[in-house]
C-alpha cells in the first residue's frame, strides 16, 4: 500500500467552506480511480505550535500500489484538482508538500 500525504499551506482569505470544498475534489477522485482505498483530510490539530511550518491543512490517500498511485497522478481530473489546490494555497506549487510511503 502507499500513502500518499499532502500537506498545503492554505491562504488566510480561504474560507473553512472552500477548504471542505477543495477536500471534497479530491476525494471525488475516488469514482475515477481503481486502487483507492481510504481518504482523510481536514485542518491540522497538532498541539505542537510552530512545527506544522505553516501547513494548515493537508490530506491522505491511501493507494493498493505504486501503480494505482501513478494512475491517479496523470490522470486529467487529478490535474484539475491539483490546479484548484496550487491556487488556494500560499506560494503556488511551493505551498504543497507531498510525501509518499510504503505501508
Known amino acids: 500500500m502507499?500513502?500518499?500525504a499532502v500537506l498545503l499551506k492554505f491562504k488566510a482569505s480561504l474560507s473553512a467552506d472552500e477548504r471542505q470544498a477543495l477536500y471534497q475534489t479530491v476525494a471525488d477522485l475516488e469514482q475515477v480511480?481503481?486502487?483507492w482505498l481510504g481518504f482523510a483530510a481536514g485542518d491540522n490539530v497538532s498541539p505542537?505550535?510552530?512545527k506544522d511550518k505553516?501547513?494548515?491543512g493537508g490530506f491522505i490517500i491511501d493507494f493498493k500500489d505504486e501503480a494505482t498511485r501513478d494512475t491517479?497522478?496523470?490522470?486529467?481530473?487529478?490535474?484539475a484538482a491539483a490546479m484548484k489546490l496550487v491556487a488556494a494555497v500560499d506560494g503556488g506549487a511551493?505551498?504543497?508538500v507531498?510525501?509518499?510511503l510504503k505501508a
Open 94 to 96: 511551493d505551498g504543497i
Open 33 to 35: 480511480v481503481d486502487g
Open 72 to 79: 491517479y497522478l496523470i490522470h486529467p481530473e487529478h490535474q
Open 2 to 4: 502507499i500513502k500518499h
Open 98 to 100: 507531498v510525501f509518499d
Open 48 to 50: 505542537e505550535v510552530g
Open 54 to 56: 505553516g501547513y494548515n
